[in-house]
C-alpha cells in the first residue's frame, strides 16, 4: 500500500469515525434529558472546545483523574464530546 493509498484510507475512516458518533449523539438525544450532578454541572459548563483537562481540574479544584471521570459520565450521557484541535483534545457541549 503506498503512502497517499494509506492516507486516504486514514481519511476516509476519520470520516466514517466521526459520522458514527454524529448518529450516536443523535440517538441519544431521543432519549429523554439526563439527570446531571453538581460536579457534572460544574464540568459541563467548561465543555466549550476551548478547555483541556487540566484547565478543568484547575477551574473545578477536581484532579485530573476525577474530571476524566466526569467527562467519561458526561459522554456516556450524550452529553459532550472530545474535539481535536490541532492536536490538542478539548471538549464540546452537545
Known sequence: MSDQQFEQLNKSL??????????????KRGLPEPSVGKEEKRVLALCDKK??????????????????????RLKDKGLVRSVDLNGVIVYERI
Open 14 to 27: 476519520r470520516s466514517i469515525d466521526e459520522k458514527l458518533e454524529i448518529l450516536i449523539i443523535l440517538q
Open 51 to 72: 478547555h483541556v483537562i487540566s484547565d478543568i481540574s484547575k477551574e473545578t479544584g477536581k484532579t485530573e483523574n476525577n474530571v476524566k471521570v466526569i467527562l467519561t
